[in-house]
């Protein structure tokens, strides 16, 4: 199972590279336009409730509870029930969505208020405006997770994880086309428009497919079904578990709006490469092992939960701590080779690069939480992660509230970071108890890593040193090469699993 579970990981990774990358050229363009103006918080701002609710009511909660009982009927070869609970799932999105959306049409003004009360004059008008036109875009995305739940059962993890890359696409789109024909508020709004298009796009893509693979739906409620009770009970603690998620991110970014100009923006700037390597690395390992950990639940009890949770864990260690530690030493390079054109200045990199330093911290940990918290939801439990995150985000908040003061937009991310990592104490403490996980060679594998990490930076910095009078993205590239090479020699020639598997697959196709 464990090398069923790495080709769906890669196939899902695959998928989220491809839309990250496209992200960086949408954050790119964005840039050129809109820099770090008070038109680019307020596009963040208002972009940050669709996102809150998608979240809330989609992706990650509508597949922990969904996912693990269409993939456990299907396993036990009841195939009309599977339909059944599909069906009404689907009706029951749809249902929810339209009414959800035209609500949050109304309340724009409120929302705005709520989200961003250090707004005011024409920044909060035009906030209210983008808010009106890309709140409808929640629901749809909330639909394209039912979407993602099927394909994923079935095994088609690329198409659910690539469709999101639509969305950027259409913003790309619309940036290019009109950026020359059009300035400020009239481009941020065609932008809205354009963001909503592309949501629509990534739903209509994935549709045909989903709807093939779950067959003759049964379309209704079906509320006094066993089953569908079983996924909404899922649900409930699951949704309230990331209503607290999402306050964080809506707290964030009301300090934000509290700190002037810019700080909004320049926090979505570091968030967005802050969150390669979790999505790359976490949530593809975790959305690769639901339904295989559902399916074994289902038939095989929960025997096997601890190491495949353990062997899943090592993996993440390897990826996301060099990123850390790399982000941590070159967020300059980085951020200045991605963002840095027009409107988006020096000044604006060394800021951002301050904020990303202190997300990398918490990187590892904020990595691992959805791994450790679909483990819960593979065994039914749903609430303990519910528990644990109201704890941790009200630390978030405080701490982020406390730094913020000495720190600024970075001090918020300093929050975010700390809190991370009584996260992931509090979720293995209780996974440990509920299904054990091994602890064997967990500390000389750590122990690996970081030695591989800290080779990797001397020797990026060095080339970074180096080329330092090139333009930021060749001295971005030298810096990051010569700390990947260096990563894998020292990781591989100490041993670890991951690095020598890699060089095994690299050595064998160059062979072929």
Not at 193 to 217: E, I, M, N, T, W
Not at 283 to 303: E, I
Not at 367 to 375: E, F, P, Q
């Amino acid at each position: 199972m464990a090398a069923s579970q790495g080709r769906a990981a890669t196939r899902v990774a695959t998928g989220i590279f491809f839309t990250r990358v496209l992200g960086f050229v949408r954050e790119r363009v964005f840039a050129h336009y809109f820099g770090n103006t008070e038109l680019a918080d307020a596009f963040r701002a208002a972009l940050r409730i669709p996102n809150a609710i998608r979240n809330l009511l989609g992706e990650g909660t509508l597949s922990a509870s969904f996912i693990p009982v269409y993939a456990g009927l299907l396993a036990q070869g009841r195939d009309e029930d599977a339909r059944r609970v599909a069906g009404a799932i689907a009706s029951l999105l749809i249902l929810g969505t339209a009414a959800a959306t035209g609500l949050g049409i109304v309340l724009a003004p409120v929302i705005t208020a709520a989200v961003a009360p250090g707004f005011s004059g024409p920044t909060r008008e035009v906030t209210v405006r983008l808010v009106e036109i890309m709140f409808p875009m929640s629901g749809v995305m909330i639909l394209a997770a039912w979407c993602l739940g099927v394909l994923n059962t079935h095994g088609r993890f690329l198409l659910s994880y690539a469709a999101p890359s639509l969305w950027n696409i259409a913003q790309i789109g619309t940036l290019v086309a009109l950026g020359g024909v059009m300035v400020g508020e009239r481009l941020i709004v065609a932008l809205a428009f354009g963001a909503l298009a592309g949501s629509l796009l990534q739903l209509a893509v994935q549709l045909p497919s989903s709807l093939r693979l779950a067959g003759r739906l049964t379309w209704g409620l079906h509320l006094r079904s066993p089953d569908v009770r079983r996924v909404l009970t899922a649900w409930g603690p699951v949704v309230a578990g990331a209503g607290v998620v999402q306050i964080s991110s809506v707290v964030d970014t009301q300090l934000a709006s509290l700190l002037g100009a810019g700080a909004v923006a320049v926090l979505g700037y570091a968030q967005l490469v802050a969150l390669l390597p979790i999505s790359l690395f976490g949530v593809s390992l975790a959305a690769a092992a639901l339904p295989a950990l559902s399916r074994d639940a289902a038939t095989d009890g929960n025997t096997v939960l601890g190491n495949q949770v353990q062997i899943a864990l090592r993996r993440i260690t390897f990826f996301v701590v060099p990123a850390a530690y790399a982000f941590a030493a070159f967020g300059r390079e980085v951020l200045g080779a991605l963002f840095q054109t027009g409107r988006f200045g020096p000044t604006d990199t060394e800021v951002a690069a301050g904020v990303l330093a202190a997300y990398a911290i918490g990187l590892p940990a904020q990595a691992s939480v959805k791994l450790l918290a679909s483990a819960f939801y593979a065994v039914g439990d749903t609430k303990t992660p519910v528990r644990i995150a109201v704890v941790v985000v009200t630390l978030s908040a405080a701490l982020a509230a406390a730094a913020m003061q000495v720190f600024g937009p970075a001090g918020i991310a300093l929050g975010a970071a700390v809190a991370a990592y009584v996260n992931i104490g509090l979720l293995l403490r209780g996974l440990a108890a509920r299904v054990g996980t091994a602890s064997e060679g967990r500390a000389r594998t750590l122990a690996t890593v970081l030695a591989g990490a800290l080779a990797g930076t001397g020797c990026g910095l060095l080339g970074a040193r180096v080329t330092a009078a090139t333009p930021l993205p060749v001295t971005a590239t030298v810096a990051l090469t010569a700390f990947g090479i260096a990563y894998l020699a020292v990781t591989a020639a100490l041993g670890h699993p991951e690095a020598r598997g890699l060089l095994r697959r690299w050595t064998s196709r160059a062979q072929a």
